[in-house]
């Protein structure tokens, strides 16, 4: 501004625009955290995306019982599923719900004795 007067910028006074050329993709090890965490969820979200696809073509398809069988064992297989459980296990799961039966059947009756259920617990199972 001189003397309150506008003066107009022509291209010769304009500054000088500064041109940047994008930069060469980043090589693995130069990648910024946010570039990695941005890859890292495009990939989560192509797996989610696969799943959800095999899932509706399984569904499209009938599976015979003895194919969803063997995909269900497969399954568990992968999973790390434990192996049936053993007799003693099987037993023990039965005081369990035979003590649970009891204890229900005493509170209902008000014959608890002023026990809580961790209580009769351990003396029941001591009992069976």
Avoid: F, H
Wanted: aromatic share 2%; with cysteine.
């Amino acid at each position: 501004m001189v003397s309150g007067m506008v003066v107009a910028q022509t291209p010769a006074t304009a500054p000088a625009k500064t041109v940047t050329t994008p930069a060469a993709a980043p090589t693995a090890d130069k990648m910024s955290k946010a570039d990695k965490k941005a890859e890292k969820k495009a990939a989560k979200a192509a797996a989610k995306v696969e799943k959800a696809e095999k899932a509706s073509a399984a569904i499209a398809a009938p599976a015979t019982a003895a194919t969803a069988t063997t995909k269900a064992t497969d399954t568990m297989a992968a999973k790390g599923a434990a192996k049936p459980a053993s007799a003693k296990q099987l037993a023990q799961r039965q005081r369990m719900k035979d003590c649970g039966a009891n204890w229900k059947a005493l509170k209902a009756s008000n014959k608890t004795a002023g026990q809580t259920w961790q209580q009769y617990l351990g003396t029941c199972l001591k009992k069976a």
